[in-house]
């Protein structure tokens, strides 16, 4: 189970850096100057968020063949990795504006849960639980993985974000990912017997 938390709270915590949602993060934080419900507007909205894919994950390993679950994580992870290396696009000022006079936490929360669906860290999401089986220590991790890469973009600004060589990064969780790809295509199709039926 650590394990499992653990390589989702990387896995994601990498992907998060420059993404789209960090870039949101940053934007709610110098509108409205308010960390606290800023930051528990993304926990919430990554728990409900991640909890729908990790289930989604969870579902495609219990009932796929154990050959066809392989082909799909090398697919999914490889092809991870390489969207790792297309820079987002700062695109959410629109989106922002329509939903401000919710208040902050609500906005965030709506913001974050929109941004969140099919972004990068969201399919992330759907191969780790695919792989692993589970629901709980995926939504853990990746939910721990979103703070760490997030929070400090609320509470500090830009001038956390400057400091981070985000390219550098893009290129390690791009790496990190087609690892995971190449080691699934040369893993034994038996380990990837489904873990347990799905609900």
Known sequence: MLETILLSMGAIALSE???KTQLLALALAAHYRKPI????GILCATLLNHWLAAMLGYWINAWLTPEILRWVLI??????GIWMMIPDKDDIDAEHSRWKK???FTATLIL???AEMGDKTQLATIAIAAKVGTVIPVMMGTTVGMLLADAPVVFIGDRFAKYIPVRTVHIVAALVFIGFGVAAYFADPSSFVPHVPAP
Request: charged share 5%.
């Open 17 to 19: 850096i420059g993404d």
């Open 37 to 40: 419900p800023i930051v528990l």
């Open 75 to 80: 697919v999914s992870f490889i092809g991870m």
């Open 102 to 104: 919710y208040g902050v």
């Open 112 to 114: 974050f849960f929109l």
